[in-house]
T-cell receptor
């Protein structure tokens, strides 16, 4: 069966520091991969999606970037965090032919 | 992009009662999905209903879809404390669009 792992689960980072959140999917090949952000009391905002290695599309301009160095690995990064980057970040995947998206357990980021 | 809007924003009921939450949207859809999110956790897929379906069941869950009214409802029967969570409707599909989510309905089941 397919599983998705996301880490770290929580982190507290100072303003201006770098960020790296990692996500891997097991049990499937060539998945679509997504990064979402959920701010407190709000819905989910799609940040990035990827349909293949090295193929990244961004939905909103921001201080963050994403990379897909391997088929089942998706990384969310920032060179310099802002206070507004705080939130709950969720990695997700679906199959090329599927409609249902499956989520990781999320990463809580607090920028102080 | 299309986005659903859940109603009510918050709902508190007694254990054993039924909980109903609604989702309205504005564009045509191929399908609509419902997800649950326990506090501080990832989202869990509950059910997908296609545009040519009117009702779908899964255990204690019943989802209806009225494409003429552009609305869907999620009914949880015989609620349990473990049903306390936020519930989201999601529109769209995979690939470029991803799924778009509303702000959710926060359901609290009182023991």
């Amino acid at each position: 069966s397919q599983t998705i792992h996301q880490w770290p689960a929580t982190l507290v980072q100072p303003v201006g520091s770098p960020l790296s959140l990692e996500c891997t999917v097991e049990g499937t090949s060539n998945p679509n991969l997504y990064w979402y952000r959920q701010a407190a009391g709000r819905g989910l905002q799609l940040l990035f999606y990827s349909v293949g290695i090295g193929q990244i599309s961004s939905e909103v301009p921001q201080n963050l970037s994403a990379s897909r160095p391997q088929d089942r690995q998706f990384i969310l990064s920032s060179k310099k965090l802002l206070l507004s980057d705080s939130g709950f970040y969720l990695c997700a995947w679906d199959s090329v032919s599927g409609n249902t998206i499956y989520f990781g357990e999320g990463s809580w980021l607090t920028v102080v | 992009s299309q986005q659903g809007e859940e109603d009510p924003q918050a709902l508190s009921i007694q254990e054993g009662e039924n909980a109903t939450m609604n989702c309205s949207y504005k564009t045509s859809i191929n399908n609509l999905q419902w997800y649950r999110q326990n506090s501080g956790r990832g989202l869990v897929h509950l059910i997908l209903i296609r545009s040519n379906e009117r009702e779908k069941h899964s255990g204690r869950l019943r989802v209806t879809l009225d494409t003429s009214k552009k609305s869907s409802s999620l009914l949880i029967t015989a609620s349990r404390a473990a049903d306390t969570a936020s519930y989201f409707c999601a529109l769209g599909g995979g690939g470029a669009d991803g799924l778009t989510f509303g702000k959710g309905t926060h359901l609290i089941i009182q023991p």
